[in-house]
């Protein structure tokens, strides 16, 4: 089951949807992490094994995947980044990892589609 950590840059009410799915989702603002460093977060969502969820666009450079051991990254990318708007597309979104998996993949998620980067395979792999 893919677990989640939701970055402090998105709404509180962000939990309700990953919840309401039964997903195991956790909070940098839970666990003391706000105001971290953004290496700080990755380090922590590759030790407990949880896809990264934010609008923190520095977080939409796929090198990350190549550089940690983080399983995955959800980048929103909103225009309306109210709380109604997040939730929804949170609740879209969730639908759609129903049956894609999101290992190895940076997702940009906007308020229309679902960009994907893959993280290449290595011969090693």
Same mark, same amino acid.
């Given at each position: ?59 939409? !450079?796929? *090198? ?9 990254? +959800?980048?929103? &990318?909103? =225009?309306? @980044? $109210? ?17 894609? !998996?999101? *290992? ?9 589609? +679902?960009?994907? &980067?893959? =993280?290449? @395979? $290595?011969?090693?792999?």
């Amino acid at each position: 089951m893919i677990r989640f950590k939701l970055d402090e840059n998105l709404p509180r009410d962000a939990l309700r949807p990953f919840r309401s799915h039964g997903l195991d989702v956790e909070t940098v603002w839970g666990e003391n992490l706000g105001g971290t460093t953004d290496a700080s977060i990755i380090k922590a969502c590759a030790s407990e094994e949880r896809v990264l969820v934010t609008q923190d666009l520095d977080f939409s !450079d796929i *090198t990350l995947l190549y550089n940690s051991q983080i399983p995955g990254i +959800i980048v929103l &990318r909103l =225009k309306d @980044q $109210s709380s109604r708007i997040v939730i929804s597309v949170l609740e879209r979104l969730l639908v759609y990892l129903q049956t894609h !998996d999101v *290992t190895g993949k940076l997702l940009i998620v906007s308020e229309k589609k +679902i960009r994907i &980067r893959q =993280k290449e @395979q $290595s011969e090693n792999d």
